[in-house]
């Protein structure tokens, strides 16, 4: 039975290739500290696994997260040289391969989708190939592995090993994760915050605050209180679904859902969008705003988020009015 620890000791084994790539490039400025966060984030990967089934302490994975934040604060993580193709020969390879650069990426969401909606109907020695809830994680890691397959074979990128080689996607993705860096981290620690936060009740906090500050018996404030608080949230830990179980703890349920009897779904759906207004708006959702800007070597890494918070801000406003006259 496939489960999906397989997928995560996966993404630790790239993590750690990475890792073995980067110490082996004598001529990188951050070498030493750059291998060290990606390998140890690698092998907390391997790790977790003990620690989800008991058999390890969980207090060695804090310690590693502390490790890497003291190695990315000190910026002891940085950027190699980036040893890829010129502008010159991109434009050549576009010409010459066309719409057919498309069909890795296409491979993807295809076979994850396939294997969602397939897999948890095989059976083997009358025992379910994939382990309940497991379907979507398999797929995506099977859909990556068929894509790199079917990348190699229809691009067959130059190597000095025997073509095709592992050696350039590897060269390239470490040339894409270096020029996110510590951020591609941002959106796994921020949704544990959010777990932290539900945990520790600042929801039941917040909706303590929100019913001092809510006028009774005013239904558009309070609609505008759970649009606003959800944005607010996301603005500040970066992810809408680490802030909706605190905004729908202390003002969704028991105000909009339980004193003005609203409907929950098109509440916590629309309650949702609102979260994503605020992650246009932040820094905190690195993977949204401050990765493209990286990839694409913009001169400003916010200009995403500038060019965003028009359309964050009307979208917020929409919300707050749909959500008043569609869900009471």
């Given at each position: 039975?496939?489960?999906?620890?397989?997928?995560?000791?996966?993404?630790?084994?790239?993590?750690?290739?990475?890792?073995?790539?980067?110490?082996?490039?004598?001529?990188?400025?951050?070498?030493?500290?750059?291998?060290?966060?990606?390998?140890?984030?690698?092998?907390?990967?391997f790790y977790?696994?003990?620690?989800?089934?008991?058999?390890?302490?969980?207090?060695?994975?804090?310690?590693?997260?502390?490790?890497?934040?003291?190695?990315?604060?000190?910026?002891?993580?940085?950027?190699?040289?980036?040893?890829?193709?010129?502008?010159?020969?991109?434009?050549?390879?576009?010409?010459?391969?066309?719409?057919?650069?498309?069909?890795?990426?296409?491979?993807?969401?295809?076979?994850?989708v396939l294997?969602?909606?397939v897999g948890?109907?095989?059976?083997?020695?009358?025992?379910?190939?994939?382990?309940?809830?497991?379907?979507?994680?398999?797929?995506?890691?099977?859909?990556?592995?068929?894509?790199?397959?079917?990348?190699?074979?229809?691009?067959?990128?130059?190597?000095?090993?025997?073509?095709?080689?592992?050696?350039?996607?590897?060269?390239?993705?470490?040339?894409?994760?270096?020029?996110?860096?510590?951020?591609?981290?941002?959106?796994?620690?921020?949704?544990?915050?959010?777990?932290?936060?539900?945990?520790?009740?600042?929801?039941?906090?917040?909706?303590?605050?929100?019913?001092?500050?809510?006028?009774?018996?005013?239904?558009?404030?309070?609609?505008?209180?759970?649009?606003?608080?959800?944005?607010?949230?996301?603005?500040?830990?970066?992810?809408?679904?680490?802030?909706?179980?605190?905004?729908?703890?202390?003002?969704?349920?028991?105000?909009?859902?339980?004193?003005?009897?609203?409907?929950?779904?098109?509440?916590?759906?629309?309650?949702?969008?609102?979260?994503?207004?605020?992650?246009?708006?932040?820094?905190?959702?690195?993977?949204?705003?401050?990765?493209?800007?990286?990839?694409?070597?913009?001169?400003?890494?916010?200009?995403?988020?500038?060019?965003?918070?028009?359309?964050?801000?009307?979208?917020?406003?929409?919300?707050?009015?749909?959500?008043?006259?569609?869900?009471?």
């Open positions: 039975m496939l489960t999906a620890e397989w997928l995560y000791w996966l993404i630790g084994a790239f993590f750690v290739a990475i890792a073995v790539h980067i110490l082996r490039d004598t001529e990188h400025p951050r070498r030493l500290g750059s291998a060290a966060f990606w390998g140890l984030l690698g092998i907390s990967f977790g696994t003990f620690v989800q089934s008991g058999q390890a302490p969980a207090w060695l994975l804090g310690i590693v997260v502390l490790v890497m934040v003291a190695l990315a604060g000190f910026g002891r993580v940085g950027r190699g040289k980036a040893g890829t193709t010129t502008p010159e020969e991109r434009t050549s390879l576009a010409e010459r391969f066309g719409n057919k650069l498309f069909v890795p990426a296409l491979v993807v969401p295809i076979v994850a294997i969602a909606l948890p109907l095989i059976s083997i020695g009358g025992e379910p190939l994939l382990a309940e809830g497991s379907a979507t994680l398999t797929g995506l890691g099977i859909s990556a592995i068929v894509a790199l397959v079917v990348a190699m074979r229809l691009l067959r990128p130059p190597s000095p090993a025997a073509p095709p080689s592992l050696g350039v996607p590897l060269r390239e993705s470490s040339r894409l994760l270096e020029a996110i860096g510590w951020a591609a981290l941002l959106p796994q620690m921020l949704s544990t915050l959010g777990s932290l936060f539900t945990q520790a009740g600042v929801g039941k906090a917040v909706g303590t605050i929100a019913g001092w500050v809510l006028p009774e018996g005013s239904l558009l404030a309070a609609v505008a209180v759970y649009a606003i608080g959800m944005a607010a949230f996301t603005v500040i830990m970066g992810n809408a679904f680490a802030a909706f179980p605190i905004m729908t703890a202390a003002v969704g349920w028991p105000v909009l859902v339980q004193t003005f009897g609203g409907a929950p779904a098109p509440i916590f759906a629309i309650g949702m969008l609102s979260g994503f207004c605020g992650t246009l708006a932040t820094p905190m959702a690195a993977n949204f705003n401050l990765v493209p800007a990286a990839l694409l070597e913009m001169k400003d890494k916010y200009g995403p988020i500038k060019a965003q918070l028009p359309t964050a801000g009307l979208v917020l406003l929409v919300n707050m009015g749909v959500m008043y006259v569609v869900a009471f």
